[in-house]
């Protein structure tokens, strides 16, 4: 693989792009010859490359470029431009030869193929449904309203120390009533990452935490101490909590892009909603 496709952000997108790429081939090659394509294709710019008299097209070298760029105004130079070719070239004719090898019959390859056509269709459908429904100023402020009225409003600033049995965290809160102190127990028996800082987390939210863990901060006071310890997938926790602050709301400028993406969200759910409401759907799992 070229030089330019080996760039790590390009890397990433080579996958998807090379999956799309397949299924176009492995499945749209007899397509290809219906007489709607072959009228389309009348009007259509010239193939880009022809492969053993398979063409690829402008369009489907446009797409493969977008997705390895991911969208990035990238301006490339000829060569670069060239070793995309290149790629989808050598994608062409492996393609074609796992089709010779009826490696499409195989069930893993059919299945991972039908998953990237689902995907494709479902992306396509998903932007058509949304194209004419951008958000209204409206939409976005009562959106922004919601999203600060349920915001957690308090950060809190504690420390913990983690171990990996109730029994030694048991031991733990013992030892500190018994008046050693807490960073420094932290510093000695944790196996969080924190440890090195005598198990200080800093400022967070409750949103931010396992759930066990923030229910628990919420019961302290500045100061005090978790009296038994606190379990979460973590592990067993002695928590101690240091002081609380109260936070401003963002402002609807800082947020808008994120406010806007709740909404797009939540329109295009509301229609997935509905058409999972008109469908039979039956589960076997």
Known sequence: MSQFLSTPWIRVATVTAFAVCV??????????????????????????????????????????????????????????RGQVLDEMISMQLLASQATKDAVDKDADVAARLEVVRMRVLADSESQKYLKDKEPTDAELHSEYDTDIAAMDKTEYHARHILVPTKEQAEQIIKKIKGGAKF???????????????????????????????????KTLKKGEMTQEPVQTQFGWHVIKLEDTRETAAPPFEQVKQQVTNGVIQKKLQAYVDSLKKNAKIEKSL
């Open 23 to 80: 299924a176009a081939c492995g499945k749209g090659q007899q397509a290809a010859t219906s007489a709607a394509t072959d009228k389309a294709a009348a009007s259509a710019p010239a193939p880009v490359a022809t492969v053993d008299g398979t063409p690829i097209s402008r369009t489907a070298y446009d797409i493969y470029l977008k997705n390895l760029l991911q969208g990035r105004p990238t301006e490339l130079t000829t060569e670069q």
């Open 183 to 217: 960073d420094e127990v932290a510093k000695a028996q944790s196996t969080d990452g924190s440890k090195a800082n005598g198990g200080d987390l800093g400022w967070f939210t409750l949103t931010r935490m396992a759930k066990p863990f923030g229910d628990a901060v």
